[in-house]
């Protein structure tokens, strides 16, 4: 990865790294969730799930036939972004890990958002 000066890590500009580096953060996160914690592994599970959808949707939006199926799966990486802002949120509502721990992926996954709608309406406002 990129640094910048100072040493800290830069944030990935290409989509497609940004959201894969989001689903290994998510990967990471499972893995430190406490195993014999039953809510923690269910909230994880969903989490896993969803967070590493939000990169495979992506890349299938980019392979889209049409503007249409285009904003579709962009539509659907949006739905698995906002699902997975509910888990980090009952994660963190719940103390089961540190809020150090789950604060920058929640704010990771708002900016994400943010471009994911930025998109579909700026392709959506290029079909009118």
Known sequence: MN??????PEQPRDLKERTEGYALRIIRLYSALPKKD?????LG???LRSGTSVGA?????????????FI???GDSLKELDES????GLLLKANVMAD????????ETNELMAIFCAIIKKTRDGLR
């Not at 150090?100 to 704010?107: A, Y």
């Open 3 to 8: 640094e910048e000066k100072g040493g800290e």
């Open 45 to 47: 599970r969903q989490l």
């Open 85 to 88: 802002d509910y888990w980090l």
């Open 57 to 69: 949707n992506y890349r299938e939006a980019n392979r889209g036939r049409s503007k249409a199926e």
């Open 38 to 42: 039953e809510v923690a592994q269910t």
């Open 100 to 107: 150090s721990l789950l604060v920058p992926l929640i704010d």
């Open 72 to 74: 579709a799966k962009m």
